[in-house]
Each structure stands twice: as structure tokens, then as C-alpha cells.
């Protein structure tokens, strides 16, 4: 089945879907994005990604092309003709293409902002054999930007990052900034400690996770301890558990760190636990 794409305004087969080479997407990395989980059909905390997109744009003063509403509507369109049970929907606005290449950011009224979204098909998503084994993650200092709260497409450090967890060996890589973690290539980073959820607090340093708030609010009610603060690699070797979360992973064990079995090597309660009333919580409130 050739997928069904959504590109400024149509519907179209991603054979047929083009951008211009000029568009700042493309040239500037001058754009940013959403990735929202599918799971029976529906959307995980569609309204969290709706509200960070606002805030990614606006801190841009880049333009919203359509409305909230519209764009859940095109999410809803897109599960629809693809046929999606479970996976992604992802979503990217740039600034657009004034039809040649400048640094200055053109004027929004007569250079409209590029919108694509497209799926990603992915049956059992929330049944991940890697769920049960835990990742292996390496530590790398973190040279992205600093305005890490802003969901841009520039991925290639992070990226650069995945490829340098692979060539050791391990699946992913958490980021370390003046000695303390900030955060894994793609998603938020944890330890668990005598019980107590670490996690860094929220600044220009991280992303500020859609997950991550779900998961903290869900720890909340049910009486788990969380601290928000710093923690180092040290600090998270020597943890109980470690764990990261993104809207496509929910909640998953991190059982190595740099070589260094964290607690028994093998995905802690709290995390398990957390993974489960994360799903439960998320599929009910689904749309
Ligand atoms: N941090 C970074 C750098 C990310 O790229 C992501 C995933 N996009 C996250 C954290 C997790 O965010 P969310 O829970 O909203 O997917």
C-alpha cells in the first residue's frame, strides 16, 4: 500500500509529495516538529503536542499554518487512510521558501510555512521485546545548542549520537553538559534511587518531554517520590534502576550504563511499573 501523505493543504501518495529545495526546512534546519504515538487507532496526548508545537513556534515567531483543530483533524484523516492501528504520526512546519536562499527569515505574508505530516506504521508498538530486555546506553557530551526546549529539526548531533551508541555496541546515548546528564538522544532520562525518581529539571537545556510530564504527573498520584534536579553518570551507575521516556518509546529500562550493569542489569519495578500505568493511563485518555 503506498502511503498516503499530507503536504500544505493536500493529500497525497509520498511518491507525488514534494518540498522546494529552497524551502529553510531544508536549507536552515529552520523548522520544527511533533511525533504523536497511535495506539488502537487513536492519539496519545494529542493535546500535549498540540501545545508544545504552539510554544515551539512561537518561540521562532514562526507562523501556525493551520488550527489545532485542523491539525487534528489531518492526524485523524492520515490514521484513516493508512490504515494505522498502532505507530506515529509526524508532523514538521518550516518557515518556508522564499524561493532563493538568506539568512533573514522572509516576511510571513507572502512566504507561507510549509506543513508535511506522514505516518509511521509500526503493529504492537507498545509491545517492544526491547521493553523486556532494558537498553544499553553510552555517555557523550552534549554540544547541541542551547535552546533545547524548542522542537527543531536539527537532529544531526543527536543523530551522530545514535550512530556512536551503535559502533559500542549499545542502543542509545545519553548526553552529559558541565558534568550532569541532560537528557538521551531522543528522549528523557531517569534513575531511580532508594525509591526516588530523579530526573533533570525543566530549563532551555532539555525537551521538555510530553511523556515525561505524563509520567511524572502519573508517579504523583500514585504516591512515588520524584525530585527534579541534576544527577551525573556516576550517580546514575550506581542507581537502583535507570529508564528514559519519548512518546514513541512510553517508558523503557535502561539496564547499562558505559559498560556498567545498573542495579541487577535487568529492567527495575519502578520502571515496569511506571510503563504500565503510563500505558493504561494514556490509552483511556486517548483520542
Ligand atoms: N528529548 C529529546 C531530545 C527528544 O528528541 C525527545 C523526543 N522527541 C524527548 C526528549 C521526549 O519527548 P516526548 O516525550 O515529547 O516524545
Known amino acids: 500500500m503506498t502511503r498516503t501523505v499530507y503536504v500544505n493543504g493536500s493529500y497525497?501518495?509520498?511518491?507525488?509529495?514534494?518540498?522546494s529545495i529552497f524551502d529553510r526546512g531544508f536549507l536552515m534546519a529552520d523548522g520544527v516538529y511533533e511525533?504523536?504515538?497511535?495506539?488502537?487507532?487513536?492519539?496519545?496526548?494529542?493535546?500535549?503536542?498540540?501545545?508544545?508545537?504552539?510554544?515551539?513556534?512561537?518561540?521562532?515567531?514562526?507562523?501556525?499554518?493551520?488550527?489545532?483543530d485542523d491539525l487534528?483533524?489531518?492526524?485523524?484523516?492520515?490514521?484513516a487512510r493508512n490504515d494505522i492501528t498502532d505507530g506515529l504520526v509526524?508532523?514538521?512546519?518550516?518557515?518556508?521558501?522564499?524561493?532563493?536562499?538568506?539568512?533573514?527569515?522572509?516576511?510571513?505574508?507572502?512566504?507561507?510555512?510549509?506543513?508535511?505530516?506522514?505516518?509511521?506504521?509500526?503493529?504492537?508498538?507498545a509491545q517492544s521485546p526491547q521493553a523486556d530486555k532494558g537498553l544499553k546506553v553510552i555517555s557523550i557530551e552534549d554540544i547541541r545548542w542551547g535552546r533545547r526546549d524548542i522542537k527543531t529539526v536539527q537532529l544531526l548531533y543527536p543523530s551522530m549520537g545514535k550512530m556512536m551508541a551503535k559502533k559500542a555496541g549499545a542502543d542509545d546515548a545519553w548526553m552529559v553538559e558541565d558534568g550532569f546528564v541532560t537528557e538521551g538522544t531522543s528522549n528523557n532520562a531517569y534513575i531511580v534511587k532508594d525509591g526516588k525518581i530523579i530526573t533533570r529539571e525543566l530549563?532551555?537545556?532539555?525537551?521538555?518531554?510530553?511523556?515525561?510530564?505524563?509520567?511524572?504527573?502519573?508517579?504523583?498520584?500514585?504516591?512515588?517520590?520524584?525530585?527534579?534536579?541534576?544527577?551525573?553518570?556516576?550517580?546514575?551507575?550506581?542507581?537502583?534502576?535507570a529508564f528514559i521516556t519519548s512518546a514513541s518509546s512510553f517508558v523503557m529500562p535502561v539496564v547499562e550504563i558505559d559498560g556498567a550493569a545498573v542495579g541487577t542489569g535487568t529492567p527495575g519495578s519502578v520502571a515496569r511499573r511506571l510503563r504500565e500505568i503510563y500505558l493504561d493511563e494514556s490509552l483511556k485518555a486517548a483520542i
Open 90 to 125: 509526524y508532523l514538521q512546519i518550516t518557515r518556508g521558501s522564499a524561493g532563493d536562499r538568506d539568512f533573514a527569515f522572509p516576511d510571513p505574508a507572502t512566504t507561507p510555512s510549509t506543513i508535511v505530516l506522514f505516518t509511521q506504521n509500526k503493529p504492537g508498538l
Open 35 to 68: 511525533v504523536t504515538s497511535v495506539l488502537g487507532g487513536k492519539l496519545i496526548d494529542f493535546a500535549g503536542h498540540a501545545k508544545r508545537l504552539e510554544r515551539s513556534l512561537n518561540e521562532l515567531d514562526m507562523a501556525a499554518p493551520v488550527t489545532t
Open 12 to 19: 497525497l501518495p509520498e511518491t507525488e509529495a514534494t518540498v
Open 72 to 79: 487534528l483533524a489531518i492526524h485523524r484523516e492520515l490514521i
Open 203 to 241: 530549563s532551555t537545556d532539555i525537551l521538555h518531554g510530553i511523556t515525561r510530564a505524563a509520567v511524572l504527573r502519573f508517579a504523583a498520584e500514585a504516591q512515588m517520590e520524584v525530585v527534579e534536579r541534576n544527577f551525573t553518570i556516576d550517580e546514575a551507575k550506581d542507581a537502583d534502576e
